[in-house]
Every structure is written in structure tokens, then in C-alpha cells.
């Protein structure tokens, strides 16, 4: 037990050891100096004559001590991009000026690109342009004191050859920084906006929650409790007293339903489910709903049942449910119906009815006053919205609903619906 317990002390101190080491490496003063180290040394060598036979101590001692400061400027050039760009300004110019009075000969440049390129990445175009114009200088110092050098013919090709280093690097440098400040810009432009969006669909579900609570929640609550004092009073009819406690079980259901969407509505994330939700297994209680108000409605169940993802799920019973809901109101009492669950390669839901019920004119115009006319709209993009293909069109005398959703067939089959 106490040797075990040691292993496990010496993976743990280990593990930290080994985050340690890492936030260590991206640390951002360790990326900095390195840049700054694997900079400044070429300059010595390239532009310099550090380990050149003719150069004294005092030469290589200056050298260093320039290359030292444009060292230690450059690892904070995040913090101070403008006073390190100034810094190590000074130091080119400093050491061209020093190359020309033959004390030293020493022209670095790459540092400054770095000084410039990090001025340009976080500062509007005016003050970019500004060191872009003020780096040219030490850069032109330089090629003068490289031109010094030559005389005769030879200085034309060496002035051309200097302008043609000098030039592009130096405009490449500030262009990618200027390019690299543009795409960050746009990056966080594009997350605020993403962020008012989602802030101005969390209102807009919240308002739609508010309306839902205070219009149709209210609204079903005054009935279940009308229904409620109409039961109490009809138990001398017990066909009356049924139908009110069919209302109220209705009602309380909505209001359970309700409740549920309410919460989805005001939560974080409208897809987030708490283990609420109707499924393939409901739908045998949901057609006895519809057999109370006297629609003759059968299902049937072909094929193989398949398990299918919840949602995939809730979306069938949903559209099984709108076209019930939609018989029971347009085709009346005495329509004959059936549901029909196919199988397949896909899952295949289709609810037919004859229209032989169909109300007088008068209860059809009543129950257009029920309908708000979106049932079928909603459904549809439901069923889009996981890949699905619906169709809603009068047949014979009679309406037919059809859509057919994907399955999974990896998970095996799936108990029978209830």
C-alpha cells in the first residue's frame, strides 16, 4: 500500500513537473529572447566583423555591447512596442554612425525589422507608417556606408545590389505585420458580432418565454381549472364527466409540455434536453387521446423496429401528432384513420384519413379559429432540420401526411413501440 502510494506521490510530482516545462516553453519573455538571440547573432556575423582578423578587442567589445542592449530591448518588445522600436532605432543609427567614423564596422538590421514589424501589427496605419519612414534611415545609412567602400564602377552595381536587399525586406516585414493586424481585427470583429447575435437570441427566447407563460400558459391553466369545477358538477352525466376529465388531462399535459419548452427556452443552450420528451413508444397514448374525441385511428407497425437517436425520435411523434391533432379539428368525430410505421432504410411515418367525419361548415370555420396555421410549416423544418423529406396534400377525400427520417441501424433493433 505505501509503496503504491509512492508511485503514485512520484506520477504526480512528475506530471506537474512536466506542465511546469511546458507553461515554462510557451512562456512569452522565453519566445521573445530567442527570437531576439537568433536575430542578433547573424547580425554580428553578417553584418559585422566580429571574428574578422583585422578587428582589436575594442571593436569586437563595442559590437557586443550594441548587440547586448538591442538584446535586452527587443525581449520586452511586446510590453513597449513603440519605445523598443525607438530603442533600437537609436541603436542602428548609433552603429552606422560609429561604422562611418571607422570606429567600429557594424550595420545591424535585423533587429529593427523585428521592432518595426511588431509597431506595425498593433498600431493604426499613421503611426505605421511613421516607423516605416523613420527605418529607412538607418537603412540608408547603411548602403551609404557600404557605397563608401567602392569607388570607381563598382559602386553602381553595389548601390543597386544594397537597395535591392534593404527595400524588400523592409516592405515585406511591414506589409505581412499590417496584413497580420487586419486579419486579427477582423477575427474579433467577427466574434463580437458573433457574441451580439447570440446575446440578441438569448433575449429572443426569453421575450418568447415571457409571451408563452403570460398568454398561453395563463390561458391553459384557466382551463384545466374550469374543466376541473365542470367535472365536479356533471357526475350525473358520467359521458359529460368524462369528456371534462379528458379536457383537464389535456390541459395538464400542455402545461407539463409547457413548462418543459419554457425551460429549454430560458436555458443556455435550446438544444440542452433534461430527459423530458415523446418518443416512437408514446404514440400509443397519444392515439387514444384522439380516439376519446372520436376519430377511429389505427397504427401500424411494419419492418423491424431500429433504435433511433432521441431526437429523430421526438420529431416523429411530433409529426404523428400534428397530423392527429389536425384530423380531429378539420375531419371531426366518425373519421377513420390510420398511422402506419415502416422500417426501412429509412423510417418511413405516414397518417392517412378518409375525411369521412368532416364536420358542417359551420364547426370547419371553428376549427380554423383553433389552427394558427403554422403546424405544417414547423414540421417541415423540423424534419429538415436532421435530413428528413415531408409531403402534406389532400388524398382522395380524405389528407395524407408522409416523411421519411434517417435511422442508425448500428446500434441494432429497438423494442416495439408501446
Keep these: ?53 583585422w578587428a582589436d578587442w575594442q571593436q569586437r567589445m563595442w559590437m557586443l555591447l550594441l548587440a547586448l542592449a538591442e538584446v535586452l530591448a527587443l525581449v520586452v518588445r511586446r510590453r513597449r512596442p513603440l519605445a523598443v522600436f525607438a530603442t533600437v532605432w537609436v541603436i542602428a543609427v548609433t552603429s552606422d554612425l560609429l561604422s562611418w567614423a571607422n570606429t567600429i564596422d557594424y550595420t545591424p538590421c535585423f533587429g529593427l525589422l523585428i521592432a518595426l514589424y ?138 407539463a409540455e409547457l413548462r418543459h419548452m419554457l425551460r429549454l427556452l430560458r436555458g443556455s443552450d435550446a438544444a440542452t434536453e433534461d430527459g423530458y420528451s415523446h418518443g416512437l413508444g408514446d404514440l400509443e397514448q397519444l392515439l387514444a387521446d384522439v380516439r376519446k374525441a372520436g376519430v377511429r385511428i389505427a397504427l401500424e407497425i411494419r419492418g423491424t423496429p431500429l433504435r433511433v437517436d432521441d431526437s429523430v425520435g421526438q420529431t416523429a411523434y411530433r409529426l404523428v401528432q400534428e397530423a392527429a391533432t389536425n384530423i380531429t379539428k378539420h375531419a371531426g368525430p366518425g373519421t377513420r384513420a390510420v398511422v402506419r410505421i415502416t422500417w426501412d432504410r429509412a423510417l418511413l411515418i405516414e397518417v392517412v384519413d378518409d375525411g369521412a367525419g368532416r364536420p358542417p361548415d359551420g364547426e370547419r370555420e371553428e376549427g380554423r379559429e383553433l389552427s394558427t396555421g403554422h403546424g405544417l410549416l414547423g414540421l417541415r423544418e423540423r424534419v429538415a432540420l436532421y435530413g428528413g423529406l415531408l409531403s402534406a396534400a389532400p388524398y382522395g377525400p380524405g389528407f395524407r401526411v408522409a416523411a421519411a427520417l434517417p435511422v442508425s441501424t448500428a446500434a441494432g433493433p429497438a423494442p416495439v413501440p408501446r
Excluded: K
Design 118 to 255: 511588431t509597431v506595425a501589427a498593433q498600431y493604426r496605419r499613421p503611426v505605421a507608417l511613421g516607423v516605416l519612414v523613420a527605418s529607412l534611415i538607418p537603412m540608408g545609412m547603411a548602403i551609404a556606408e557600404t557605397i563608401g567602400d567602392y569607388e570607381g564602377p563598382r559602386t553602381t552595381p553595389v548601390l543597386v545590389a544594397n537597395i535591392a536587399f534593404y527595400a524588400p525586406v523592409t516592405l515585406v516585414v511591414w506589409g505581412f505585420a499590417r496584413w497580420s493586424l487586419a486579419t486579427r481585427t477582423e477575427a474579433e470583429r467577427h466574434r463580437q458580432e458573433v457574441a451580439e447575435a447570440r446575446l440578441r437570441v438569448t433575449q429572443e427566447r426569453v421575450r418568447i418565454a415571457r409571451e408563452l407563460h403570460d398568454i398561453v400558459a395563463n390561458a391553459v391553466a384557466v382551463i384545466v381549472m374550469r374543466a376541473e369545477t365542470a367535472r365536479a358538477t356533471a357526475l350525473e352525466d358520467p359521458a359529460c364527466s368524462e369528456a371534462f376529465a379528458h379536457i383537464e388531462d389535456l390541459g395538464r399535459s400542455t402545461m
Design 1 to 53: 500500500m505505501a509503496q503504491g502510494q509512492a508511485q503514485a506521490q512520484v506520477q504526480v510530482q512528475g506530471r506537474a513537473r512536466r506542465q511546469g516545462a511546458a507553461r515554462w516553453l510557451r512562456s512569452v519573455w522565453l519566445q521573445d529572447t530567442a527570437l531576439a538571440v537568433a536575430a542578433v547573432i547573424p547580425e554580428l556575423f553578417y553584418f559585422g566583423t566580429l571574428i574578422a582578423p
